[in-house]
């Protein structure tokens, strides 16, 4: 009972958990395009094997970068994209990744324990990777980036621009419903011609 004779309020069994903060790594032509006509990504194999210079990361800073996050929000193309390089070139380890679909997905039975399906709204969905305790996610998948970005739930970015205009292609960008603002963090300059930049959004 409370003060006053009246019935207790309903209380949470546990606080609720902050949602987990969403984060780009992404490479792209000078054009601002992620894939070619076609959707295929092979223009970008050149480039990403010769990234490798004095006092610049060989991998272009991935393995820093998904060092610092705790889980993936990956789109269903995307994935099977990334699955179609074969069981040895799955560059994300255990890490727990969502793939957003709403239809069926098939997950290898080797990544069953790391990889679930789910669906929503990119505030939902985030919910739920901060309420399995997740701080942070790498977002991927041209139209999954392009639908945080939308929702304002992108924290911050890295973004390669490759030495190459393609012309046609997937657009990395689409539209926002309002302009966001972003802060420069730095820049990286790699001997084959790629410039890496690092951006946070912007409070302001």
Known sequence: ME???GPAAPRSSAAAMPAASGHMFLACSLDG??????GGVGW???YQATMAGEGVPADGG??????????IVMGRKTFEQVLSFGKDMWPYGDKPMVVLSSGKVEIPEHLQKSVTHDSGTPQE???RL??????????????TVREFL???????LVLTRMPILLGSGVPLFGELATPLKL??????????GAVQCKYERSEE
Not at 33 to 38: M, Q, R
Not at 62 to 71: E, I, K, Q, R, T
């Open 125 to 127: 969905i985030l919910q």
């Open 150 to 156: 939308k929702a304002g739930c992108i924290s911050s």
């Open 183 to 192: 802060k420069h963090m730095s820049s990286l300059t790699y001997p084959n």
């Open 3 to 5: 003060p006053g004779g």
């Open 33 to 38: 395009l992620i894939a070619d006509k076609d």
């Open 62 to 71: 991935f393995g820093d970068f998904m060092a610092s996050v705790g889980g």
């Open 44 to 46: 970008l194999d050149d």
């Open 130 to 143: 901060g309420d399995r305790g997740i701080v942070s996610a790498y977002v991927d998948g041209g139209s």
